[in-house]
């Protein structure tokens, strides 16, 4: 039996099939398609490619964007239960009242507080990077492309993108980049982020890490409008990172705040609602304890990044996980970075985590440095 996740977005499409009995996950992404039409279209083509048929999928559990789509969704899955997980609120097991969801992706980020309040920044890891006279970076997500894409792919690209600072920072894996066959060049991104630094004070390395900063200080004061507007203390609140990049930022996002914890779900680019109906099934048919690898087991590699201890950057050594290979209970400790088909996580120095049973990886952040 088969359960799909389907989301499709204004970047990605993103479709998520879960085996019930040989627990394969496949998660496929998929530039953005011109209509949901033909985004629903392709899961025809997906399901031979998977060698299974149509009837084969007995739930479907679709994210907002599809509610329109919900026709074409029946006809294509006939024998499936459709699941809106924004219906399923009720048999989450964590508590949302405490939570603030925090998204981005390639162009945009979202916070989105207890009552559904939602703010968008024009933001995202494709977005280009200007360098105007004063000392904030300005950001232009309106001609985002996965070709030529960022500087950093490789593929001739010239302009700065916040994707290219992580890269420069060290904090993404260079190797099949979110599952594709593409390595990301550090020299591209030293060289895009270098022409940024050419009438700053800055080597491009302290260029790189000014950028960051610059997006977690401006999410933050986003995040505690947020907390003051609910009355929530952000002692008592969680932090949840979906999209593509927010889990690289959230647990820095987190730091500034005084939040204690941060969750980052299975699949962060289908968002917290749908992972957290997708994680019972996850839950059902994870290996039996014995089956279960140790952290060791999911190293990629060691190597380096670059960190802001005491206002300067330090190089540390950093090691990088896969997070296939991360089940319950496996424990983390920063510096560190899990690297997935649709997203990548950062776990700073002195934060540790450990993944729960949901599949959540639950981040303890820290502020010993």
């Known amino acids: 039996m088969m359960i799909l996740g389907i989301d499709l977005g204004s970047t990605f499409d993103k479709y998520v099939f879960i085996n019930t009995e040989d627990r394969a996950v496949r998660l496929h992404r998929h530039p953005s398609s011109s209509s949901h039409a033909y985004g629903v279209g392709r899961l025809k083509t997906l399901c031979e490619h998977y060698g299974f048929v149509p009837s084969d999928i007995r739930e479907v559990i679709y994210g907002a964007t599809m509610i329109d789509s919900l026709e074409d969704l029946s006809r294509l899955f006939p024998h499936a239960k459709m699941t809106d997980p924004e219906q399923m609120s009720d048999n989450f097991t964590h508590d949302q009242r405490n939570l603030i969801l925090f998204s981005m992706g390639a162009s945009t980020i979202s916070i989105e507080g207890t009552s559904a309040l939602t703010e968008l920044s024009q ?26 894409g960022p500087a950093s792919f490789g593929q001739g690209g010239t302009q700065a993108t916040v994707l290219d600072a992580h890269v420069l920072l060290g904090r993404l894996f260079p190797f099949h980049f979110l599952g594709d066959n593409l390595a990301l060049s550090k020299n591209e991104a030293y060289g895009a982020i270098n022409r940024l630094s050419s009438h700053r004070e800055q080597d491009p390395f302290g260029t790189a890490n000014h950028i960051i900063s610059q997006i977690n200080h401006s999410v933050s004061a986003s995040l505690l409008n947020i907390l003051n507007q609910h009355n929530l203390v952000a002692e008592e609140t969680n932090l949840v990172a979906c999209g593509g990049m927010g889990p690289l930022h959230a647990v820095e996002i987190a730091q500034n705040l005084g939040i204690p914890e941060v969750l980052v779900p299975r699949f962060p680019s289908l968002g917290f609602h749908m992972n957290e109906t997708i994680s019972r099934w996850l839950k059902e048919n994870e290996p039996r304890l014995h089956e279960r690898n140790a952290a060791s087991d999911a190293l990629l590699e060691r190597s380096e990044c670059l960190f802001c201890i005491e206002d300067r950057l330090t190089n540390m050594e950093v090691s990088f996980y896969d997070r296939e290979k991360l089940f319950t209970g496996t424990a983390l400790y920063g510096p560190a970075i899990v690297v997935q088909a649709d997203s990548t996580t950062w776990i700073p120095p002195y934060c540790h985590a450990v993944v729960d049973e949901d599949q959540f990886i639950r981040i303890q952040v820290s502020y010993c440095y």
Not at 125 to 130: A, E
């Open 123 to 148: 933001i995202g890891g494709g977005s280009i990077i200007t360098s105007p006279e004063n000392e904030w970076f300005a950001f232009d997500s309106s001609f985002i492309s996965y070709y030529p």
